[in-house]
């Protein structure tokens, strides 16, 4: 995958879309910078190679990172949605220039998840944008694009080495800006960046106050989404039906139907579905447990593999409703509490990989992500195909009606890695 440029623009489609977008910033406790500028810089490096047996170590690391960040950003028990991979490749570019006891809580955080295994992971979904052919014959697009942007304090010294690293591993050149002369210039530039990499799906990551003279570095991800099914919904079966929050209480939402074989699963306390976009290679899963706040509290990335794993082709009765949510949250308390404080303590962080010119430390991350789902697409979903033997007898065909609160997962298969994690409590 090239190194994307600033004012690159995702060409959009008619379906649905996914847009996740997540910002780390770097903060000097002390120092100066000169000028204002927009330039861009990038390391005269090309991309590393990468192996697909990376892309999956770094996608199981993810994928625990994940799950463990859900249970701290969605304590609410309401709709949530995050974007492991995102977050993750944020971060990585912060750990790429941490030392010490830093790196070592920054690794621990990400379950040793490194930029050689992201640089992997990258160049692997890249390949899964193109146009395929749906069940009734008709080509679709699938897009999906990943973009790393620092946006660096002019005058900031940053090291050879570590522009090397964004360069290989990222994809990614430096754009300067002037934090401390104009640092609403500067949040103004680094949102209409994110804007035009999510085709205006996020205008404004960043509020009013969130980037101040003392911002040195912002390191910003962003992961643009949209995949039609490859079998979609009947859009004249969507129809109302009752929805079963988890207090009992019930509401009205539009609700789609599809009758055909789908990935299927079933154990303990929950039932699973897996419904793929079209190329084969994405898919969202759902999981519907009989107690949802006690099944995803005691949910792991092992525990989610075996689900997955579980998954078998069955003739389906589906039921899904409409849904459409967002999220907008600072995760800085949820990483210190996963284990990664010192990143974020302005004496005791040691980011001197990026720069011995200045402390830097992490003031706050920033995430949001936005996900859709209706009956020509949607976003989180996992998939993972089982064939049967052919000696069985047929099973029969069952009905799932996701009625009530469930989580869901978009996958990609080849490497399991999760990039979009959510939960509808109530998609009215």
Known sequence: MQPRRAGERLTGMKHQLIAEVVLVVLVAACGSGSGASDVAFAADVTRASA???????????????????LGRVGTSGGNVVVSPASVALALAMARA????????????????????????????????????????????????????????????ALLPAYLDTLAADFGAGVRLVDYQADPEAARQTINAWVKTQTDGRIPQLLGTGTVT????????????????????????????????RADGSTVSVATMSLSTSLQYAA????????????????????????????????????????????LAPREVDLSLPKFSIETATSLAAALT?????????????????????????ISDVIHQADIAVDEKGTEAAAASAVVMAGTAAPAERVTLRVDRPFLFALRDLPTGAILFLGRVADPS
């Open 213 to 244: 003279p003392a911002t040195r570095l912002a390191l910003v991800n962003a992961i643009y989404l949209k995949a039609s099914w490859a079998t979609a919904f009947p859009a004249d079966a969507t129809q109302p039906a009752p929805f079963t």
């Open 97 to 156: 220039g941490a030392g010490g006891a830093t790196a070592a809580q920054m690794d621990n955080v990400l379950h040793g998840v490194g930029a050689d295994g992201l640089n992997a992971l990258d160049q692997a979904l890249a390949a899964r944008n193109g146009t395929f052919t749906d069940a009734a014959g008709v080509g679709l697009p699938v897009t999906l694009q990943i973009a790393n942007a620092p946006f660096a304090q002019r005058g900031l």
């Open 267 to 310: 154990g303990p306390g929950w039932r699973a579905v897996e419904l793929p976009y079209v190329g084969g290679s994405l898919a969202l899963t759902v999981i519907v447990p009989d107690d949802l706040a006690t099944f995803e509290a005691g949910l792991t990335e092992q525990g989610l593999a075996q689900v997955t794993s579980a």
């Open 51 to 69: 192996s697909p047996a990376a892309a999956t170590t770094a996608a199981t690391a993810i994928n625990a990172f994940g799950l463990e960040l």
């Open 337 to 361: 509490a996963l284990g990664m404080p010192l990143a974020f303590d302005p004496d005791q962080a040691d980011f001197s990989g990026i720069t011995t010119q200045q402390r830097l430390f």
